[in-house]
């Protein structure tokens, strides 16, 4: 631009720059290339690392939640069947793995009955609602707000369950089970819960011997899911801690599920 003014009459020339530091471009060229290099370096690396390890801790504690409704017909009769009558399962308790990407992972439940899914909990969550606000309106008190209190009710009680079980596996070394995991097995209470308040609206009477059986068969199958799923993980074995911490799951659902059980609109019976 000043070559062309400069060839302009009456336009005066700037002085131009005689001093050229020949050193110049050869550090900055270099340098910069360098920097940029290193730096990009150390970012791809940063970077790749810091996603390899969110993806590691996503996938341990909360993997993927596509993963838990891979299921059909077949899986929900036979896994209630599991939950509600556990002692009758004459196979394994274990889950099934497969090799996927170089490393062993668990097949969805559609493959496997003993693999945890989240589309029974919810629906049998929501049935649990239908429910209760069935039979408060059988007894004449039902409301809206009389709902949102047994959804609160009912969300603090599978609260309470996931804290059970998580704070079991912490004080056994182990707190490293996938978090979804957790939630499906305790969201399982409420299809048992479901039955014993359709039981109770038929006949009142029939809660007091449904909610120990539903208590009870919830029990076992925590027991014996806790016992080979979970504590597989465990890092040091205590074989009488280990049987007391189960024995406190069982006992510890007939508080719960008579609480959960109990139709009111009060925090206690």
Partial sequence: MYDNLGAQPG?????????????GNAFSGGSSGFIRSGLGAYGEKFLGSSSEYVQSNISRYFSDPQYYFQVNDQYVRNKLKVVLF???????????????????SYKP???????PDLYIP????????????L????????TP???????????VGWCLEVSLLKMTLYSLGSGEAPLLDIVSYAGYAFAGLSIALLGTIIWSHSYYFLMPWTSLCMGIFLVKTM??????????????????LLIFIALAQFPLLFWLGKISLNWFF
Avoid: C
């Fill in 11 to 23: 336009v005066p020339r700037p002085p131009g720059n005689t001093q050229a530091n020949p050193f």
């Fill in 86 to 104: 556990p002692f009758l399962h004459r196979g394994h308790w274990t889950r099934i793995t497969e090799p996927v990407g170089g490393r062993l």
């Fill in 109 to 115: 439940p559609i493959f496997d009955i003993n693999a």
């Fill in 122 to 133: 919810f629906m049998a969550f929501g049935t649990y609602l239908v429910l209760a606000g």
């Fill in 135 to 142: 039979s408060l309106g059988l007894q004449g008190r039902f």
């Fill in 145 to 155: 707000e009389a709902l949102n209190w047994l959804f609160i009710k009912g969300l």
């Fill in 227 to 244: 016992k080979r799923v979970l504590f597989a993980e465990v890092r040091t074995y205590d074989s009488s801690r280990h049987h007391y």
